[in-house]
């Protein structure tokens, strides 16, 4: 069996990471999730147990990654930025003020990968962050809205190379 990638590896510390921010986070899926049925989509990012309301709340984040664009750093060194992307869902209900739920577990979310330094010594020291909040909106997904959170995540990482044939 062959090892891990780098990506394999960071893509675990991103989502151990994640699900460590706030105990609402709700579902993660470590790649964008796609099916053909809209209301089947929404029930992939449903918590498992209802609110107070009796609902399941619709809660959850995917991780992709978008580039990785790699430049030489060092006589024999190659530093690759990671750029993946932290896409948030979270169930639109006006009466509990959802939006400003969501607004501060994206926060929670940027500042806790703000805040790390290596991702558990996988990325360099320092090599993580800083986030960007690029997209927040409605979106519609079946019969239900939610708010929808686009956060970019930058992390660097310098691998050794050899150029032995």
């Given at each position: 069996?062959?090892?891990?990638?780098?990506?394999?590896?960071?893509?675990?510390?991103?989502?151990?990471?994640?699900?460590?921010?706030?105990?609402?986070?709700?579902?993660?899926?470590?790649?964008?999730?796609?099916?053909?049925?809209?209301?089947?989509?929404?029930?992939?990012?449903?918590?498992p147990e209802k609110d107070?309301?009796?609902?399941?709340?619709?809660?959850?984040?995917?991780?992709?990654?978008?580039?990785?664009?790699?430049?030489?750093?060092?006589?024999?060194?190659?530093?690759r930025t990671y750029m993946?992307?932290?896409?948030?869902?979270?169930?639109?209900?006006?009466?509990?003020?959802?939006?400003?739920?969501?607004?501060?577990?994206?926060?929670?979310?940027?500042?806790?990968?703000?805040?790390?330094?290596?991702?558990?010594?996988?990325?360099?020291?320092?090599?993580?962050?800083?986030?960007?909040?690029?997209?927040?909106?409605?979106?519609?997904?079946?019969?239900?809205?939610?708010?929808?959170?686009?956060?970019?995540?930058?992390?660097?990482?310098?691998?050794?190379?050899?150029?032995?044939?």
């Open positions: 069996m062959a090892s891990p990638t780098k990506y394999s590896l960071l893509l675990e510390r991103v989502v151990i990471h994640l699900s460590n921010v706030d105990s609402e986070i709700g579902q993660i899926h470590r790649y964008e999730r796609v099916v053909d049925n809209k209301d089947a989509f929404l029930n992939m990012f449903r918590m107070n309301r009796g609902r399941y709340p619709i809660r959850g984040w995917t991780i992709s990654r978008t580039q990785t664009p790699g430049e030489p750093s060092a006589f024999g060194e190659l530093q993946f992307i932290l896409r948030g869902y979270w169930g639109l209900e006006d009466g509990a003020a959802s939006e400003l739920a969501f607004q501060d577990i994206v926060e929670r979310v940027m500042d806790a990968f703000d805040d790390e330094r290596d991702l558990q010594g996988q990325a360099e020291q320092y090599g993580v962050g800083p986030t960007s909040l690029d997209s927040f909106e409605l979106r519609q997904f079946g019969s239900a809205l939610a708010h929808y959170a686009e956060i970019s995540l930058p992390v660097i990482v310098t691998r050794n190379i050899s150029y032995a044939a």
